[in-house]
């Protein structure tokens, strides 16, 4: 049977438990602000000249991203991505509920919504959120802001629109606020439709073409001591194209609700908030550019809300202790096909009911010892329980599905003929309800030369328990493997119960300085993480669609492995001119390298980003500003074996850009990609849609975008 759409639900109260559990760590040490790669804080988005998705403004703080579709690329800190890392949304945990993570959190802002973004890659604090072992990202739109006066009348608006010659994507944002002495009401929204865009040689980069459109409404009030913040979301994406999965999104609405209490103490302060956000999503096929049949649906909700205090105690020791509680119901089906031997007569169960319980309490402080050291730690306690309900194939005749392979639903029983009729049964059988404990810690020290020149250590312990779809999903055959995995390599998944946690430990060393009226910056970073039981994937069998070799692809499992990853990361600045007839003139470089590899000589890890540098140079005279970058990548050579990734060549990029600001009018202009170059994206994956257009070449890389000219201007009003 199908299952139902989500359940209505509850929020728990807060346990004597939990409450029990918080005191006992109230005497904690805390990591209020530890050893990052990447921090951008208070980063205000005043204006409508950032437009499309917020992955822009990330990559230009050197976050790197592994490639999906034009709204939903995911994140990499250190090397990791997926799940490793935590992305918040106003404080809000939401949860990629799609089995190839089409909609992840990031897809449901738009650029111009953005109010504050911080990025902490690696060691973040525990008060920045848990679950996770790669680092955090915080995306804030709440935001009020205030006028003097009684009555509520017009604050601010904007309106912008903007062009990308590449893809024909129109992009159109608007804003506006109402307010008051006491009161505020914001209104962001933002729409953007795009082709498939075209690679440095001019040929089509196969169902790349999507559209997307964000709202978001704050209302919030206020008075000396307190403010309550309520925000409303919806978002619509009617369809996206995904080069790299054998599926499309042809559906994907989402509403959410965020409510923000926050109250000033005599010696510190405190927030609640309270969290929901729904989806339903559908996955199919909607262009001529990857065609097919085969409907796929999801339907899920988080619910979440936190607890946290900070104080200063009597000896100017800043303590931050917290609660949190976070709920998420998942289900996932597949309907049959009319008149369809292998996609019926029974819709395919893939999730049904699952849950995933999280409940966690963290403690924080930190302390200036004197005029050099500052020291911070921090201890996070989080129970993560997971469940999930019966599951069905699409037939009970095992002849309709007559894939087999080695595999092991559960240790007792291994498997070494089995079709998807024989793995439903073994699932359904089995006691499917998992629960872990994870404990994250945090220490670090700060050293202060002087006011300009510090260095910094950190060491930290971080746990991330595994998500539904890599515990869960079990089919077996190759076209039920192939609908699972966020990876964009081809190749099948099939999920394990058994998975344990991932742990990690991480050491991390940072070193700045800069000249006292900041004419130059050098900062420099080296990290190290080793994880226990890191979730990987081993190969159970293999399958090829077409009579070529080249089209062969693996079914894999995931599984728990030791890895250990590393990195380095050199950022510098410098201002070699400054004059009223030229303006000011500044140089900016960094360069990054990162390595991954199994313990135990067993290959080097998926997705690994090779090594690149930057270099760009800003002018600005007056209320004009320009600014050419050189973007180089390295080849990429060190492949995931496992996943039959294809390596890359080294190629580099010019990119120009020029802001015009005049009264209360932006008009901007970019070139990317000047050269025209033809690259392949070391991170963008397998064309599988270039591949079912013609599979004798086998599975090639994901081609880069070629030149575009990029248009944009908007007006505040």
Known sequence: MKPSYPRSSYICCLSPVALAISSIFSLAIHAEEAIEIVKISGNQQSNASQLGSVDELLKRQGVDFSAAGGMSSLPVLNGMMGDRVKVLIDGADITASCANHMNPPLSYVSANQVQVLNVVAGISPVSAGGDNIAGVISVNEVAPLYLEGN????????????????????????????????????????????ESYEDGHGDTV??????????????????????????????????????????????????????????????????????????????????????????MKTAADDYSYRLNWQFVTSTNNIVNLGHEYFEYHLDDWWPAVEDSMMMGPNDYININDGKRQRIAVF???SQSLNTNWWLSAGIRLEQVSTNTGEVQPYTDDTSMDTSSMHMSMQSSMPIS????????????????????????????????????????????????????????????????????GWFGDGNGYIGNPNL?????????????????????????????????????????????????????RNILQFTNLDATLYGVKLNGSIQFLDSEKWGLWQLNANLSTTRGKRDRNEGDLYQIVPLKSELKVEQKTGNWQN???????????????????????????????????????????????????????????????????????????????????????????
């Open 151 to 194: 009555g509520v009348r017009w604050h601010s608006g904007y309106g912008s629109v903007q062009y990308k010659s590449n893809n024909q994507a129109k992009s159109f944002g608007l804003g506006a606020r109402l307010a008051s002495q006491n009161f505020s009401l914001d209104y962001q929204g933002a729409f953007e439709d795009a």
């Open 206 to 295: 196969l169902d790349t073409l999507y559209r997307a459109q964000n709202h978001a409404l704050t209302a919030a009030v206020k008075d000396d001591k307190q403010q309550l913040a309520v925000k409303l979301t919806h978002q619509n994406i009617p369809f996206q194209g995904f080069p790299n999965q054998y599926m499309d999104m042809t559906d994907n609405k989402s509403y959410g609700i965020t409510s923000l209490y926050q109250r000033q103490l005599d010696e510190g302060d405190f927030e609640f908030q309270i969290n929901w956000h729904g989806v339903k999503h559908e996955m199919g096929f909607f262009s001529d550019e990857k065609s097919g049949m085969m409907p």
């Open 363 to 365: 403690a924080e402080t």
């Open 417 to 484: 003929t089995l079709n998807n009729n024989d793995a439903a049964d073994i699932f359904n059988a089995m006691n499917r309800k998992r629960s872990n404990t994870l404990m994250d810690a945090t220490l670090s020290a700060r050293y202060l030369f002087d006011a300009n020149e510090q260095i910094e250590l950190a060491i930290a312990r971080k746990n991330r328990a595994p998500n539904l779809y890599e515990r869960y999903s079990w089919g077996v055959s190759t076209m039920a493997t192939t609908m699972i």
């Open 500 to 552: 344990a946690p991932e742990t990690a430990h991480t050491l991390s060393i940072n070193y700045s300085d800069s000249a006292v009226d900041n004419e130059w910056k050098f900062s420099a970073n080296a990290w190290y993480t080793s994880v226990k039981d890191y979730i990987d994937a081993e190969i159970v069998s293999s399958f090829n669609l077409t009579s070529s070799g080249a089209g062969t």
């Open 627 to 717: 600014s050419i970058e050189w973007q180089w990548v390295a080849s990429k050579k060190d492949t995931d074996e496992r996943r039959l990734e294809n390596s890359t060549k080294s190629y580099h990029l010019v990119n120009a850009s020029s802001k015009l600001t005049w009264q209360d009018a932006t008009l901007s202009f970019a070139i990317n990609n000047l050269f025209d170059t033809d690259y392949a994206l070391p991170m963008g994956g397998v064309s599988i849609a270039e591949y079912k257009m013609d599979n004798s070449q086998g599975f090639s890389q994901v081609a880069g975008a070629g030149r575009s000219v990029n248009i944009g201007l908007s007006y505040a009003f």
